[in-house]
């Protein structure tokens, strides 16, 4: 029944390192979105996608990346980890929010939790 | 400036006591969503209730209901007959931006701990 998908759920890396993560829905939504939750800070977008190859910064893009190459498929880079970069990153998804509809409900996967030392 | 406030980083409430969670909200757009997600101690976000710009009805959903006073721009949630299950984080959330394009803005949470 698992529907966002991120592909790993805790992650170690260095300083300097790139470093990927993936986030694949099956619900064929045309909208997709990154998230970074900090304590005390809530959730901050990063990036977000509504449709292939197409993406938009979010409040806080410095220090990241993304990729759509696929309409399932969002993925979020950080060319060269940082220490302030350690963080729950969470994928959302959601279908493009027709003229009448009304909640349009982000689905958000289960995050990838990115140590960086 | 933020666009999302809850002022309450954590209450306490008592099993079966009703609880409201704060939420204040700034925006110009006159066409706006607000929500609400839940997220336990294992991490995933849970859609709780929304509420439009437009609706002229608070939102219920069971036992949260949506208190949305839109001159004083809050859409306080109220959880009504508390469990131990309702233990959890809450997240206010505003969606902005253009429509297709538009985004959810999120708050910094409230922890909510329900007591025997």
């Known amino acids: 029944d698992v529907k966002v998908t991120q592909s790993s759920r805790y992650l170690v890396k260095r300083t300097g390192e790139k470093v990927f993560l993936e986030c694949v829905q099956d619900?064929?939504?045309?909208?997709m979105f990154w998230y970074r939750q900090d304590p005390g800070l809530g959730l901050r977008l990063i990036y977000f996608?509504?449709?292939?190859?197409?993406?938009e910064k979010g409040d806080i893009p410095e220090g990241y990346s993304v990729s759509r190459e696929k309409k399932e498929r969002f993925s979020l880079i950080l060319e060269s980890a940082s220490t302030n970069q350690t963080s729950m990153y969470l994928c959302?998804?959601?279908?493009?929010?027709?003229?009448?509809?009304?909640?349009?409900?982000?689905?958000f996967g289960a995050g990838s939790r990115l140590t960086v030392l | 400036a933020q666009k999302i406030t809850q002022t309450q980083p954590g209450m306490f409430v008592q099993e079966k006591e009703a609880v409201t969670l704060d939420c204040t909200y700034d925006?110009?757009?006159?066409?706006?969503?607000l929500f609400w997600y839940k997220q336990p101690s294992s991490g995933e976000m849970i859609f709780l209730i929304y509420?439009?710009?437009?609706?002229?009805q608070n939102a219920t959903e069971g036992r949260y209901s949506l208190n949305f006073q839109k001159a004083r721009k809050s859409a306080n949630l109220v959880i009504s007959a508390s469990q131990l299950g309702d233990s959890a984080m809450y997240f206010c959330?505003?969606?902005?931006?253009?429509?297709?394009?538009?985004?959810?803005?999120f708050g910094t949470g409230t922890r909510l701990q329900v007591f025997p």
């Open positions: 959302a998804s959601r279908p493009s929010r027709g003229k009448n509809s009304g909640a349009n409900v982000l689905t």
């Open positions: 619900m064929d939504h045309e909208n």
């Open positions: 996608s509504y449709d292939v190859k197409m993406k």
């Open positions: 925006t110009s757009d006159p066409s706006y969503g």
């Open positions: 509420q439009g710009s437009y609706d002229q």
């Open positions: 959330a505003m969606r902005e931006g253009a429509y297709n394009t538009d985004k959810l803005i």
